[in-house]
């Protein structure tokens, strides 16, 4: 029996040892580690998918169905692309698919598509009538690409450096790569005035009006990072965000001045639900592609 408790024994403490919590760095630490890896950045690919739907529901009941009248509306974007940062060269291909479905009749559904060179500082784009379009920037190629306006990992490492609030809350695999998972802790005050605008955009001409605590109460905002542990670059953002409320109504924008009417007293007239999600994905790092612009496109007329 003592030979058995001690080999239990011995057991136990080489499992606890083996089962040891890995240590993380602090969020600090990989904030630094991100911008620094993302400045050194030679070629990249990505992909980006965004999506949204309002629906507003009357809160008045329609006199003949007896039912809240409902309006849907959603947006999808889906961008594929890759940049080659020392070469100075980029192309995304985008698709956007915008769905309305109003209280009676079948959806309304548009879709298009396009396709955007930038080559040192000339734009190439083709749209939905396959005509192709030119433009050159009068700013010169070393100058405009200077500006990090294509490193679209510099530019979320250094949103994420600026983040207030960041934990880092373990480990995950994306893509079989092993990463850092963050998540980004959003300022109460940033956060109610992005949800703000969002209605304000939403239910435009008509004005609402919700307190901060009522904005956070009935919304679920959550944004997660994963920085790659081999080489700290982002590997994946992605941002979601919900809420449902009826805001009050308390006038209107008049468009021919931009100025607001009151009304005399604020009234809650529509139900505002609003679903937003979107994901970055980043792979293929100092790996270029080889980025060349159609013979239509070289030859389509410079527009401006």
């Known amino acids: 029996m003592k030979k058995l408790i001690l080999a239990l024994a011995i057991l136990t403490v080489s499992l606890s040892g083996c089962m040891e919590k890995e240590k993380l760095p602090s969020s600090g630490e990989i904030k630094n580690l991100m911008t620094g890896s993302a400045d050194n950045l030679s070629a990249y690919s990505f992909k980006l998918s965004d999506s949204q ?10 006199n003949i169905t007896n039912e809240y009248n409902r309006t849907i509306r959603s947006f999808q974007t889906v961008v594929d692309g890759s940049v080659d940062l020392a070469r100075k060269k980029a192309m995304a291909d985008v ?13 309304n559904i548009m879709k298009s598509n396009g ?9 190439y784009t083709i749209g939905n009538n396959g005509n192709w379009t030119q433009s050159k920037d009068p700013t010169s190629a070393d100058a405009l690409w200077a500006e990090g306006r294509y ?6 490492a250094d ?13 995950e695999s994306i893509d079989g790569k092993d990463c850092y998972k963050l998540k980004l802790i959003a300022d109460n005050q940033a956060y109610s005035g992005t949800i703000y ?16 605590t009522d904005l956070i109460n009935a919304s679920k905002i959550e944004t997660m990072a994963w920085v790659e542990k081999d080489n700290n670059l982002l590997k994946k953002y992605k941002h979601t965000l919900s809420i449902t409320i009826a805001p009050n109504i308390v006038g209107v924008f008049n468009l021919r001045n931009g100025s607001i009417q009151g009304f005399n007293q604020s009234m809650k007239l529509v139900e505002v639900s609003l679903n937003a999600d979107s994901t970055e994905s980043y792979y293929d790092y ?14 389509a007329a410079i527009s401006g």
Request: charged fraction near 15%; aromatic fraction near 4%.
């Open 286 to 299: 100092d790996k270029p592609h080889d980025i060349v612009v159609p013979e239509a496109a070289l030859t």
């Open 95 to 107: 698709s956007t698919t915008t769905t309305l479905k109003g209280p009676a009749g079948s959806p």
């Open 115 to 123: 396709t955007e060179y930038n080559i040192g500082n000339t734009t």
């Open 151 to 156: 490193n679209l990992i510099k530019s979320r």
């Open 53 to 62: 739907t309002q629906s507003i529901k009357d809160l008045v009941k329609n």
């Open 159 to 171: 949103a994420i450096k600026n983040q207030s609030d960041i934990e880092v809350i373990g480990s």
């Open 197 to 212: 605008n969002m209605l304000t955009s939403v239910l435009f001409p008509f004005v609402p009006q919700v307190n901060q």
